[in-house]
Structure formats: structure tokens, C-alpha cells
Nanobody, 121 residues
Framework: QVQLVESGGGLVQPGGSLKLSCVAT????????MNWYRQAPGKERELVAT????????NYADSVKGRFTISRDNTKFTVSLQMNSLRPEDTAIYYC??????????????WGQGTQVTVSS
């Protein structure tokens, strides 16, 4: 029943822009912290961006700070990642992730299927 469905991945030239979206169903989206992770070949999965439930505080990895923007729309059960000034090193599979409040005893996280972002000339 729980699903995180991503869209927007693809091939883009260096310096270009891309917007990823993730639509959530099957859980209380507005109560969850939402995250974008990425994993490049031969590297471990890394946290790219985080947005809190309320009041919507955001955090970014140093490598993307100033270039990427995470946002959410709780009325549409959607979290997005706007990626600007893309670099080849941004090439990775990007994953949408939902994390429950830390006060909950059940700490089940949900993951999207992943979407490929390739930055190349």
C-alpha cells in the first residue's frame, strides 16, 4: 500500500537543471521527514537533502548546497528536488525517502524505486 513514486530523472548537460518529484501514498505524509538520497556507482548511498515536517526546515549536503532545493507540498503528498548547475559528479540514482518522527517506537522508513540522473555532454 505504501508507495513513493518518483519522476523527473533523465539525461542533462553540465550546467543544466532538472526537477525530481516524488508522490507518496499509503501513509501519513505530512507527519514524516522527507529526504532525497543518491548513490553513484562504486559509492555508498549519501543523503542529499532533508526537509522536516514542520516548520519545513531544510538541510543539504555540502556538495549540493546552493544548487539544489528541496520542497514539499503536503496537500499534494509530494516532495521535490530542484537541481540547478548540475555537474557530472551529480550523476547517480536518486531515491526518495520518508522517515517517521523520532518519538515513534516504529521507525520504519519508506523508499522510492530510484530514478537515474545522468549529467553528461
Amino acid at each position: 500500500q505504501v508507495q513513493l513514486v518518483e519522476s523527473g530523472g533523465g539525461l542533462v548537460q553540465p550546467g543544466g537543471s532538472l526537477k525530481l518529484s516524488c508522490v507518496a501514498t499509503g501513509f501519513s505524509f505530512s507527519l514524516y521527514e522527507m529526504n532525497w538520497y543518491r548513490q553513484a556507482p562504486g559509492k555508498e548511498r549519501e543523503l542529499v537533502a532533508t526537509i522536516a515536517n514542520t516548520p519545513g526546515v531544510t538541510n543539504y549536503a555540502d556538495s549540493v548546497k546552493g544548487r539544489f532545493t528541496i520542497s514539499r507540498d503536503n496537500t499534494k503528498f509530494t516532495v521535490s528536488l530542484q537541481m540547478n548547475s548540475l555537474r557530472p559528479e551529480d550523476t547517480a540514482i536518486y531515491y526518495c525517502n520518508a522517515k517517521p518522527p523520532t518519538t515513534w517506537t516504529l521507525q520504519t522508513t519508506y523508499w522510492g524505486q530510484g530514478t537515474q540522473v545522468t549529467v553528461s555532454s
